[in-house]
Protein backbone atom coordinates (compact mmCIF):
# COMPACT_ATOMS: atom_id res chain seq x y z
CA UNK A 1 0.00 0.00 0.00
CA UNK A 2 1.15 3.95 -0.78
CA UNK A 3 3.14 5.20 2.57
CA UNK A 4 1.48 8.04 4.49
CA UNK A 5 3.22 11.35 3.52
CA UNK A 6 5.59 12.97 6.52
CA UNK A 7 3.76 16.16 7.75
CA UNK A 8 5.09 18.63 9.91
CA UNK A 9 1.57 20.37 10.81
CA UNK A 10 0.61 17.92 13.99
CA UNK A 11 -0.85 19.06 17.24
CA UNK A 12 1.45 19.17 19.94
CA UNK A 13 1.49 17.53 22.34
CA UNK A 14 2.35 18.59 26.12
CA UNK A 15 3.98 15.08 27.56
CA UNK A 16 6.25 14.64 24.63
CA UNK A 17 7.77 18.15 22.96
CA UNK A 18 8.67 18.47 19.63
CA UNK A 19 11.74 16.85 18.42
CA UNK A 20 13.01 20.00 16.59
CA UNK A 21 12.44 22.48 19.70
CA UNK A 22 14.94 19.91 20.77
CA UNK A 23 17.01 20.45 18.52
CA UNK A 24 19.93 23.06 17.17
CA UNK A 25 18.17 24.37 14.04
CA UNK A 26 21.71 25.72 12.84
CA UNK A 27 22.92 22.34 12.62
CA UNK A 28 23.88 22.03 8.83
CA UNK A 29 22.28 18.27 8.25
CA UNK A 30 19.00 19.80 9.72
CA UNK A 31 19.14 22.74 7.22
CA UNK A 32 19.50 20.09 4.62
CA UNK A 33 16.78 18.55 5.39
CA UNK A 34 14.99 22.03 4.54
CA UNK A 35 16.16 22.43 1.77
CA UNK A 36 16.13 18.93 0.30
CA UNK A 37 12.48 18.92 -1.60
CA UNK A 38 10.93 16.53 -0.09
CA UNK A 39 7.33 16.89 -1.97
CA UNK A 40 9.18 16.81 -5.33
CA UNK A 41 10.93 13.06 -4.42
CA UNK A 42 7.51 11.76 -2.92
CA UNK A 43 5.65 12.42 -6.12
CA UNK A 44 8.30 10.89 -8.19
CA UNK A 45 8.07 7.77 -5.90
CA UNK A 46 4.32 7.20 -4.80
CA UNK A 47 3.63 5.62 -8.37
CA UNK A 48 5.87 2.83 -7.71
CA UNK A 49 3.65 1.35 -4.83
CA UNK A 50 0.47 -0.35 -4.58
CA UNK A 51 -3.15 0.95 -3.60
CA UNK A 52 -3.42 -2.70 -1.79
CA UNK A 53 -1.30 -4.64 0.85
CA UNK A 54 0.10 -2.95 3.96
CA UNK A 55 1.13 0.38 3.75
CA UNK A 56 4.42 1.05 3.31
CA UNK A 57 7.50 2.79 5.01
CA UNK A 58 7.42 6.83 4.32
CA UNK A 59 9.00 7.60 1.37
CA UNK A 60 11.18 10.53 2.72
CA UNK A 61 11.75 8.00 5.71
CA UNK A 62 13.58 5.69 3.02
CA UNK A 63 15.57 8.25 1.09
CA UNK A 64 16.36 9.61 3.96
CA UNK A 65 18.24 6.72 5.29
CA UNK A 66 19.79 6.51 1.69
CA UNK A 67 21.64 9.78 2.42
CA UNK A 68 22.48 9.41 5.51
CA UNK A 69 24.29 5.61 4.89
CA UNK A 70 26.15 7.25 2.09
CA UNK A 71 27.07 10.60 3.76
CA UNK A 72 28.37 8.68 6.97
CA UNK A 73 30.12 5.57 5.07
CA UNK A 74 28.04 2.95 6.67
CA UNK A 75 26.42 -0.27 6.03
CA UNK A 76 22.80 -0.78 6.14
CA UNK A 77 22.53 -2.36 9.31
CA UNK A 78 24.62 0.05 10.71
CA UNK A 79 22.75 3.15 9.79
CA UNK A 80 19.34 1.80 11.39
CA UNK A 81 20.91 1.43 14.49
CA UNK A 82 22.44 4.58 13.93
CA UNK A 83 19.44 6.13 13.58
CA UNK A 84 18.01 4.97 17.05
CA UNK A 85 20.80 6.39 18.51
CA UNK A 86 21.30 9.98 16.67
CA UNK A 87 18.08 12.58 17.16
CA UNK A 88 19.23 15.02 14.25
CA UNK A 89 19.14 12.06 12.10
CA UNK A 90 15.82 11.50 13.00
CA UNK A 91 14.66 14.82 12.58
CA UNK A 92 16.42 14.32 8.60
CA UNK A 93 14.24 11.82 8.13
CA UNK A 94 11.36 14.02 9.32
CA UNK A 95 10.26 12.58 12.50
CA UNK A 96 8.78 14.94 14.73
CA UNK A 97 9.36 12.81 18.23
CA UNK A 98 12.13 10.75 19.00
CA UNK A 99 11.80 6.56 18.60
CA UNK A 100 12.93 4.12 20.55
CA UNK A 101 12.91 1.96 17.91
CA UNK A 102 13.88 0.55 14.52
CA UNK A 103 12.80 3.05 11.53
CA UNK A 104 12.17 -0.65 9.17
CA UNK A 105 14.53 -3.53 8.69
CA UNK A 106 18.04 -3.41 6.98
CA UNK A 107 16.58 -5.68 3.98
CA UNK A 108 14.29 -3.02 3.30
CA UNK A 109 16.81 -0.94 2.29
CA UNK A 110 17.80 -3.27 -0.16
CA UNK A 111 14.43 -3.88 -1.25
CA UNK A 112 13.55 0.39 -1.83
CA UNK A 113 17.03 0.28 -3.92
CA UNK A 114 15.53 -1.88 -6.13
CA UNK A 115 11.93 -0.60 -6.46
CA UNK A 116 13.25 3.03 -6.76
CA UNK A 117 16.08 1.64 -9.50
CA UNK A 118 18.40 4.05 -11.68
CA UNK A 119 15.87 6.48 -12.09
CA UNK A 120 14.72 7.24 -8.42
CA UNK A 121 19.48 7.58 -8.02
CA UNK A 122 19.37 9.77 -10.48
CA UNK A 123 16.78 11.99 -9.45
CA UNK A 124 18.36 11.80 -5.90
CA UNK A 125 22.04 12.78 -7.65
CA UNK A 126 20.41 15.55 -9.44
CA UNK A 127 18.71 17.41 -6.48
CA UNK A 128 21.78 17.35 -5.07
CA UNK A 129 23.17 19.22 -7.84
CA UNK A 130 20.08 21.62 -7.99
CA UNK A 131 21.00 22.47 -4.51
CA UNK A 132 24.21 24.40 -5.44
CA UNK A 133 22.58 26.87 -7.80
CA UNK A 134 23.93 28.86 -10.62
CA UNK A 135 27.49 27.46 -8.93
CA UNK A 136 26.97 24.51 -10.46
CA UNK A 137 26.04 25.69 -13.90
CA UNK A 138 29.56 26.83 -15.49
CA UNK A 139 30.91 26.63 -19.00
CA UNK A 140 34.05 25.03 -18.25
CA UNK A 141 33.65 21.19 -17.01
CA UNK A 142 36.75 18.43 -16.32
CA UNK A 143 35.82 14.65 -16.86
CA UNK A 144 37.65 11.69 -16.00
CA UNK A 145 37.39 7.71 -15.48
CA UNK A 146 37.76 5.59 -12.42
CA UNK A 147 36.84 1.86 -11.76
CA UNK A 148 34.51 0.98 -9.18
CA UNK A 149 35.57 -2.31 -7.42
CA UNK A 150 33.19 -5.04 -6.91
CA UNK A 151 33.24 -7.05 -3.74
CA UNK A 152 34.88 -9.95 -5.13
CA UNK A 153 38.00 -12.09 -4.19
CA UNK A 154 41.15 -11.64 -6.61
CA UNK A 155 40.24 -14.79 -9.20
CA UNK A 156 41.76 -17.88 -10.26
CA UNK A 157 41.22 -20.90 -11.81
CA UNK A 158 41.51 -22.87 -9.08
CA UNK A 159 38.91 -20.57 -7.14
CA UNK A 160 36.30 -20.74 -9.77
CA UNK A 161 37.03 -24.14 -10.90
CA UNK A 162 36.83 -25.19 -6.86
CA UNK A 163 33.88 -23.22 -6.29
CA UNK A 164 31.82 -24.76 -9.54
CA UNK A 165 32.51 -28.29 -8.02
CA UNK A 166 31.01 -27.37 -4.62
CA UNK A 167 28.05 -26.05 -6.24
CA UNK A 168 27.55 -28.70 -8.82
CA UNK A 169 27.48 -31.08 -5.63
CA UNK A 170 24.80 -28.72 -4.09
CA UNK A 171 22.50 -28.72 -6.57
CA UNK A 172 23.18 -32.70 -6.86
CA UNK A 173 21.98 -32.77 -2.88
CA UNK A 174 18.98 -30.39 -3.63
CA UNK A 175 17.32 -32.51 -6.33
CA UNK A 176 18.33 -36.07 -5.17
CA UNK A 177 20.94 -36.81 -7.16
CA UNK A 178 23.39 -39.45 -6.56
CA UNK A 179 26.76 -38.41 -8.39
CA UNK A 180 28.81 -41.14 -9.68
CA UNK A 181 32.00 -38.90 -7.57
CA UNK A 182 31.87 -36.37 -5.44
CA UNK A 183 35.71 -35.30 -5.46
CA UNK A 184 35.32 -34.31 -1.67
CA UNK A 185 38.27 -36.52 -0.78
CA UNK A 186 40.50 -35.81 -3.56
CA UNK A 187 40.07 -31.96 -4.15
CA UNK A 188 41.12 -30.74 -0.37
CA UNK A 189 44.64 -32.65 -1.01
CA UNK A 190 44.79 -31.11 -4.21
CA UNK A 191 44.24 -27.29 -2.96
CA UNK A 192 46.50 -27.98 0.07
CA UNK A 193 49.82 -27.99 -2.54
CA UNK A 194 51.58 -24.76 -2.30
CA UNK A 195 52.46 -25.01 -6.03
CA UNK A 196 49.28 -24.78 -8.17
CA UNK A 197 51.34 -25.99 -11.12
CA UNK A 198 49.43 -27.00 -14.71
CA UNK A 199 49.07 -30.71 -13.62
CA UNK A 200 46.41 -29.80 -10.72
CA UNK A 201 44.98 -26.95 -12.29
CA UNK A 202 43.82 -29.53 -14.97
CA UNK A 203 42.91 -32.04 -12.55
CA UNK A 204 40.20 -29.43 -11.12
CA UNK A 205 39.06 -28.56 -14.18
CA UNK A 206 38.64 -32.18 -15.27
CA UNK A 207 36.83 -32.57 -11.79
CA UNK A 208 34.66 -29.59 -12.67
CA UNK A 209 33.34 -30.83 -16.09
CA UNK A 210 32.68 -34.21 -15.22
CA UNK A 211 30.19 -32.90 -12.64
CA UNK A 212 29.08 -30.33 -15.08
CA UNK A 213 28.07 -33.26 -17.97
CA UNK A 214 27.18 -35.73 -15.18
CA UNK A 215 24.26 -33.04 -13.87
CA UNK A 216 23.22 -32.66 -17.41
CA UNK A 217 22.52 -36.20 -17.89
CA UNK A 218 20.92 -36.26 -14.69
CA UNK A 219 18.61 -33.67 -13.87
CA UNK A 220 14.96 -34.00 -14.80
CA UNK A 221 13.44 -31.50 -17.15
CA UNK A 222 11.93 -29.18 -14.34
CA UNK A 223 15.60 -29.35 -13.13
CA UNK A 224 17.45 -27.92 -16.41
CA UNK A 225 14.70 -25.15 -16.54
CA UNK A 226 15.16 -24.56 -13.24
CA UNK A 227 19.33 -24.75 -13.25
CA UNK A 228 20.02 -23.61 -16.75
CA UNK A 229 21.50 -20.44 -16.65
CA UNK A 230 23.94 -21.76 -13.52
CA UNK A 231 25.18 -24.70 -15.47
CA UNK A 232 25.61 -22.57 -18.62
CA UNK A 233 27.85 -20.11 -16.24
CA UNK A 234 29.80 -23.37 -14.67
CA UNK A 235 30.82 -24.50 -18.75
CA UNK A 236 31.81 -21.04 -19.66
CA UNK A 237 34.16 -20.92 -16.35
CA UNK A 238 35.03 -24.28 -17.51
CA UNK A 239 36.01 -23.90 -20.47
CA UNK A 240 37.73 -20.06 -20.64
CA UNK A 241 41.14 -20.12 -21.00
CA UNK A 242 44.39 -16.87 -20.42
CA UNK A 243 43.46 -15.14 -23.78
CA UNK A 244 39.87 -15.35 -23.78
CA UNK A 245 36.85 -12.85 -24.25
CA UNK A 246 34.30 -12.18 -21.85
CA UNK A 247 35.83 -13.75 -19.14
CA UNK A 248 34.15 -14.67 -15.76
CA UNK A 249 35.93 -13.45 -12.93
CA UNK A 250 32.75 -14.32 -10.42
CA UNK A 251 30.31 -16.25 -10.11
CA UNK A 252 27.87 -14.41 -8.09
CA UNK A 253 28.79 -11.45 -9.70
CA UNK A 254 29.29 -12.35 -13.63
CA UNK A 255 28.99 -8.87 -14.95
CA UNK A 256 32.05 -7.88 -13.56
CA UNK A 257 35.29 -6.86 -15.59
CA UNK A 258 39.00 -6.60 -15.42
CA UNK A 259 40.50 -3.08 -15.79
CA UNK A 260 43.74 -2.08 -16.04
CA UNK A 261 44.56 1.73 -15.50
CA UNK A 262 48.03 2.13 -15.01
CA UNK A 263 48.73 1.90 -11.10
CA UNK A 264 52.11 0.59 -10.05
CA UNK A 265 50.43 -0.59 -6.64
CA UNK A 266 47.40 -2.12 -8.61
CA UNK A 267 47.75 -3.20 -12.19
CA UNK A 268 44.44 -4.83 -12.66
CA UNK A 269 40.72 -4.05 -10.66
CA UNK A 270 37.65 -5.99 -10.81
CA UNK A 271 34.65 -3.87 -11.30
CA UNK A 272 32.73 -1.53 -13.70
CA UNK A 273 33.84 1.76 -15.28
CA UNK A 274 32.30 5.11 -14.02
CA UNK A 275 33.09 8.49 -15.43
CA UNK A 276 32.74 11.78 -13.43
CA UNK A 277 32.06 14.98 -14.46
CA UNK A 278 32.70 18.10 -12.52
CA UNK A 279 32.75 22.00 -12.67
CA UNK A 280 36.30 23.49 -13.26
CA UNK A 281 35.73 26.39 -10.44
CA UNK A 282 33.59 25.36 -7.51
CA UNK A 283 34.32 21.32 -7.57
CA UNK A 284 30.91 19.96 -7.95
CA UNK A 285 30.05 16.90 -9.25
CA UNK A 286 27.94 17.45 -12.54
CA UNK A 287 27.67 14.32 -13.63
CA UNK A 288 28.44 10.50 -13.22
CA UNK A 289 27.52 7.39 -15.14
CA UNK A 290 28.35 3.80 -14.53
CA UNK A 291 29.54 1.75 -17.75
CA UNK A 292 29.24 -2.39 -18.46
CA UNK A 293 32.37 -4.05 -19.41
CA UNK A 294 36.11 -2.02 -20.33
CA UNK A 295 35.22 1.27 -23.11
CA UNK A 296 37.26 3.49 -24.11
CA UNK A 297 37.87 6.59 -22.35
CA UNK A 298 37.04 8.99 -25.09
CA UNK A 299 33.79 6.53 -25.98
CA UNK A 300 31.96 7.41 -22.72
CA UNK A 301 32.33 11.28 -23.80
CA UNK A 302 29.44 11.47 -25.46
CA UNK A 303 26.71 9.94 -23.59
CA UNK A 304 28.26 11.84 -20.62
CA UNK A 305 28.12 15.40 -21.75
CA UNK A 306 24.23 14.27 -22.54
CA UNK A 307 23.56 13.40 -19.32
CA UNK A 308 25.56 16.79 -17.85
CA UNK A 309 22.77 18.64 -20.33
CA UNK A 310 19.78 17.22 -18.41
CA UNK A 311 21.01 17.75 -15.38
CA UNK A 312 21.91 21.24 -14.90
CA UNK A 313 20.20 22.49 -18.18
CA UNK A 314 22.90 24.10 -20.00
CA UNK A 315 25.57 22.14 -22.27
CA UNK A 316 28.82 22.99 -21.67
CA UNK A 317 31.31 24.42 -23.83
CA UNK A 318 34.86 23.09 -22.85
CA UNK A 319 35.63 19.79 -21.29
CA UNK A 320 39.01 19.24 -19.94
CA UNK A 321 40.33 15.84 -20.22
CA UNK A 322 43.82 13.89 -19.98
CA UNK A 323 45.62 12.60 -22.60
CA UNK A 324 43.43 8.73 -22.05
CA UNK A 325 40.70 10.80 -24.35
CA UNK A 326 42.44 11.01 -27.13
CA UNK A 327 40.12 11.34 -30.84
CA UNK A 328 37.76 13.71 -31.32
CA UNK A 329 38.04 17.13 -30.27
CA UNK A 330 34.47 18.31 -30.96
CA UNK A 331 31.27 16.55 -29.83
CA UNK A 332 27.93 18.25 -30.56
CA UNK A 333 29.52 22.18 -29.86
CA UNK A 334 31.69 21.48 -26.98
CA UNK A 335 35.59 21.50 -27.41
CA UNK A 336 37.20 18.55 -25.71
CA UNK A 337 40.93 20.14 -24.25
CA UNK A 338 43.37 17.39 -24.16
CA UNK A 339 47.41 18.31 -22.34
CA UNK A 340 49.94 18.67 -25.01
CA UNK A 341 52.30 21.19 -26.16
CA UNK A 342 50.96 24.86 -27.17
CA UNK A 343 51.00 25.60 -30.68
CA UNK A 344 53.01 27.65 -31.97
CA UNK A 345 50.29 30.62 -32.82
CA UNK A 346 49.62 30.87 -29.07
CA UNK A 347 50.13 34.13 -27.30
CA UNK A 348 51.95 34.18 -24.25
CA UNK A 349 48.48 34.73 -22.20
CA UNK A 350 47.11 32.13 -24.11
CA UNK A 351 49.85 29.66 -23.01
CA UNK A 352 49.44 31.22 -19.53
CA UNK A 353 45.47 30.43 -19.83
CA UNK A 354 45.77 26.61 -21.31
CA UNK A 355 48.68 26.15 -18.23
CA UNK A 356 46.36 27.15 -15.65
CA UNK A 357 43.60 25.36 -17.26
CA UNK A 358 44.87 21.96 -17.02
CA UNK A 359 46.19 22.66 -13.46
CA UNK A 360 42.63 22.72 -12.51
CA UNK A 361 41.71 19.72 -14.01
CA UNK A 362 44.26 17.56 -11.94
CA UNK A 363 41.47 18.71 -9.14
CA UNK A 364 39.22 15.80 -9.86
CA UNK A 365 41.79 13.34 -9.18
CA UNK A 366 41.21 13.83 -5.14
CA UNK A 367 37.84 14.16 -5.89
CA UNK A 368 37.38 11.11 -7.13
CA UNK A 369 39.37 10.15 -4.53
CA UNK A 370 36.88 11.07 -1.82
CA UNK A 371 34.32 10.01 -2.87
CA UNK A 372 35.67 6.43 -3.46
CA UNK A 373 37.15 6.74 0.00
CA UNK A 374 34.49 8.47 1.99
CA UNK A 375 30.90 7.70 0.48
CA UNK A 376 31.34 4.02 -0.22
CA UNK A 377 32.65 3.85 -3.67
CA UNK A 378 35.90 2.37 -3.11
CA UNK A 379 34.36 -1.41 -2.82
CA UNK A 380 30.56 -1.68 -4.42
CA UNK A 381 28.37 -4.24 -1.84
CA UNK A 382 25.25 -3.90 -3.97
CA UNK A 383 24.35 -6.86 -6.47
CA UNK A 384 24.27 -6.77 -10.12
CA UNK A 385 24.73 -3.85 -12.71
CA UNK A 386 22.25 -2.02 -10.69
CA UNK A 387 23.52 -2.04 -7.88
CA UNK A 388 26.72 -0.79 -9.25
CA UNK A 389 24.58 2.35 -11.32
CA UNK A 390 22.81 3.13 -7.71
CA UNK A 391 25.94 3.27 -5.93
CA UNK A 392 27.34 5.49 -8.28
CA UNK A 393 24.90 8.07 -8.12
CA UNK A 394 24.44 7.63 -4.52
CA UNK A 395 28.38 8.25 -3.40
CA UNK A 396 28.16 10.90 -6.13
CA UNK A 397 25.30 12.68 -4.51
CA UNK A 398 26.93 12.36 -1.22
CA UNK A 399 30.10 14.21 -2.03
CA UNK A 400 27.51 17.05 -3.10
CA UNK A 401 25.27 17.17 -0.02
CA UNK A 402 28.84 16.55 1.93
CA UNK A 403 30.07 19.79 0.11
CA UNK A 404 26.62 21.92 1.25
CA UNK A 405 26.75 21.15 4.92
CA UNK A 406 30.63 21.77 5.15
CA UNK A 407 29.53 25.32 3.66
CA UNK A 408 27.03 26.34 5.84
CA UNK A 409 29.10 25.08 8.65
CA UNK A 410 31.72 27.57 7.50
CA UNK A 411 29.24 30.35 6.69
CA UNK A 412 27.37 29.51 10.57
CA UNK A 413 31.10 30.06 12.13
CA UNK A 414 31.49 32.80 10.16
CA UNK A 415 28.16 34.77 11.80
CA UNK A 416 29.18 33.74 15.07
CA UNK A 417 32.92 35.72 15.04
CA UNK A 418 30.76 38.69 12.89
CA UNK A 419 27.96 39.33 15.94
CA UNK A 420 30.69 38.41 18.56
CA UNK A 421 32.88 41.12 16.75
CA UNK A 422 30.06 43.58 16.55
CA UNK A 423 28.98 42.98 20.11
CA UNK A 424 32.48 43.98 21.33
CA UNK A 425 33.28 46.65 19.35
CA UNK A 426 29.78 47.93 20.70
CA UNK A 427 31.08 47.39 23.88
CA UNK A 428 34.17 49.09 23.48
CA UNK A 429 31.67 51.97 22.35
CA UNK A 430 29.39 52.02 25.44
CA UNK A 431 33.08 52.63 27.62
CA UNK A 432 34.96 55.04 25.01
CA UNK A 433 31.75 57.55 25.14
CA UNK A 434 31.66 58.22 28.45
CA UNK A 435 35.74 59.02 29.00
CA UNK A 436 35.35 60.68 26.12
CA UNK A 437 32.69 63.07 27.34
CA UNK A 438 34.64 63.66 31.01
CA UNK A 439 37.79 64.78 28.80
Partial sequence: MKPKRISREKQGNFLYPELMDQLN????????????????????????????????????????LLILKQLEDLSDEEIVQAWVR????????????????????SSDLTYFRKRIGEKGAELIFKISVELHGNQAKEKEIVVDTTVQEKNITFPTDVKLLRKVIEKCCHIA??????????????????????????????????????????????????????YADQLNLFARVHNQKRNSKNKIYSLHEPDVSCIAKGKDHKKYEFGS?????????????????????????GHTLPPVLDQVEDITGSRPQSVFCDRGYKGKKMINGTRIFLPGAPRKDYSPYQKRKMRQNFRRRV?????????????????????????????????????????????????FIFLYFWHLKLSISNIGNQIRQPLQAKI
Wanted: hydrophobic letters at 40%.
Fill in 363 to 411: AIEPVIGHVKNDFRMDRNYLKGIIGDVINAFMSAAAFNFRKLLRNWGHF
Fill in 86 to 105: NPYYQAFCGESRFRWQFPCD
Fill in 25 to 64: PKDPLLVLGKKIPWKKIEDAFIDLYSNKGRRAKPIRLMVG
Fill in 273 to 297: KVSFAMTKTNNILVGVMNFKDNPYD
Fill in 173 to 226: RECGIKLRRSFKRELPGLLMKRLKNNKVVKRIRTMAGVLIRELERKLPKEGLAR
